[in-house]
């Protein structure tokens, strides 16, 4: 008996994935992602499905939820070798935590797991159905390994506890944003640039007040300082794309029909 089970736990030690699907969104760097996702509800990314899994029947039915999981892979994580223990930004980087009562994404397996909401299914001439999805704290060009329906009546349990996630509370900024900055945003990402900066982009552990951030979105280049609780919006400037970015392979403007 023992032996077999041995056999049969050597055998599935590793597996393969495939990527089924990018998300295309206005994240080009690490900076400034939301640590959960929904935390932006303003946010809009794109689902795009690699060629050989743009079979509209794999989606037949998807149209009826309003909230969908998406799988992925920490690809821009990915390092050899793990450890028990992380510091969670949730306790300012100060504290460990085992890596399985956390979602960072220094783990064996560098999988994420992201609810988002389903906010329409849009056929594109050259890339089939796009899922637009809203609320995903998800990097440009990240892998998508999976994509199922989020149920209610098995998914939500009102009655559960977070852990030391509960005992800490969010750090909301107010946003000073002075009009002359705004003006250099495209206006249909104003939005959701606001509930990115006041989820406190900053790294846990980095707190100096005078210190001037800068993170990348939507083709900006954003640059901002925080002191006593209010972020203010220092600078905007327009980012030169990338080739691949002007060639549209990433970015959900990029896509647009």
Same mark, same amino acid.
């Given at each position: 008996?023992?032996?077999?089970?041995?056999?049969?736990? +050597?055998?599935?030690?590793?597996?393969?994935?495939?990527?089924? +699907?990018?998300?295309?969104?206005?994240?080009?760097?690490?900076?400034? =992602?939301?640590?959960?996702?929904?935390?932006?509800?303003?946010?809009?990314?794109?689902?795009?499905?690699?060629?050989?899994?743009?079979?509209?029947?794999?989606?037949?039915?998807?149209?009826?939820?309003?909230? =969908?999981w998406?799988?992925?892979?920490?690809? !821009?994580?990915?390092?050899?070798?793990?450890?028990?223990?992380?510091?969670? #930004?949730?306790?300012?980087?100060n504290?460990?935590?085992?890596?399985?009562?956390?979602?960072?994404?220094?783990? #064996?397996?560098?999988?994420?797991?992201?609810?988002?909401?389903?906010?329409?299914?849009?056929?594109?001439?050259?890339?089939?159905?796009?899922? =637009?999805?809203?609320?995903?704290?998800?990097?440009?060009?990240?892998?998508?390994?999976?994509?199922? #329906?989020?149920?209610?009546? +098995?998914?939500?349990?009102?009655?559960?506890?977070?852990?030391? +996630?509960d005992?800490c509370?969010?750090?909301?900024?107010?946003?000073?944003?002075p009009?002359?900055?705004?003006?250099?945003?495209? #206006?249909?990402?104003?939005?959701?640039?606001?509930?990115?900066?006041?989820?406190?982009?900053?790294?846990?552990y980095?707190?100096?007040?005078?210190?001037?951030?800068?993170?990348?979105?939507?083709?900006?280049?954003?640059?901002?300082?925080?002191q006593?609780?209010?972020?203010?919006?220092?600078?905007? !400037?327009?980012?030169?794309?990338?080739?691949?970015?002007?060639?549209?392979?990433?970015?959900?403007?990029?896509? !647009?029909?």
């Open positions: 008996m023992e032996d077999t089970l041995s056999a049969k736990t +050597a055998s599935v030690e590793s597996v393969s994935m495939k990527i089924i +699907a990018r998300v295309h969104s206005d994240f080009t760097e690490k900076f400034g =992602i939301p640590r959960q996702s929904g935390l932006a509800r303003s946010l809009e990314s794109a689902v795009v499905f690699e060629p050989e899994y743009r079979n509209p029947d794999a989606l037949r039915g998807l149209e009826g939820f309003s909230h =969908i998406l799988l992925w892979q920490f690809s !821009e994580c990915v390092r050899p070798g793990w450890s028990p223990t992380v510091r969670p #930004p949730r306790l300012g980087g504290e460990r935590r085992g890596v399985f009562a956390t979602r960072s994404p220094f783990r #064996p397996n560098e999988i994420g797991l992201s609810a988002v909401r389903l906010l329409r299914m849009e056929k594109r001439p050259r890339l089939g159905t796009v899922l =637009i999805v809203g609320g995903a704290d998800l990097l440009d060009g990240t892998p998508v390994l999976d994509i199922k #329906p989020y149920l209610p009546f +098995a998914d939500s349990h009102p009655e559960a506890t977070g852990g030391f +996630a005992q509370p969010d750090r909301r900024l107010a946003v000073e944003f009009e002359r900055f705004l003006q250099k945003v495209p #206006p249909e990402k104003r939005g959701a640039l606001r509930e990115v900066l006041e989820n406190d982009p900053r790294p846990s980095q707190q100096d007040t005078g210190r001037i951030y800068g993170m990348k979105f939507g083709g900006c280049d954003i640059r901002f300082r925080v006593d609780g209010t972020l203010r919006v220092c600078g905007v !400037e327009r980012v030169e794309l990338s080739p691949e970015r002007r060639n549209g392979n990433y970015g959900i403007s990029d896509i !647009e029909p």
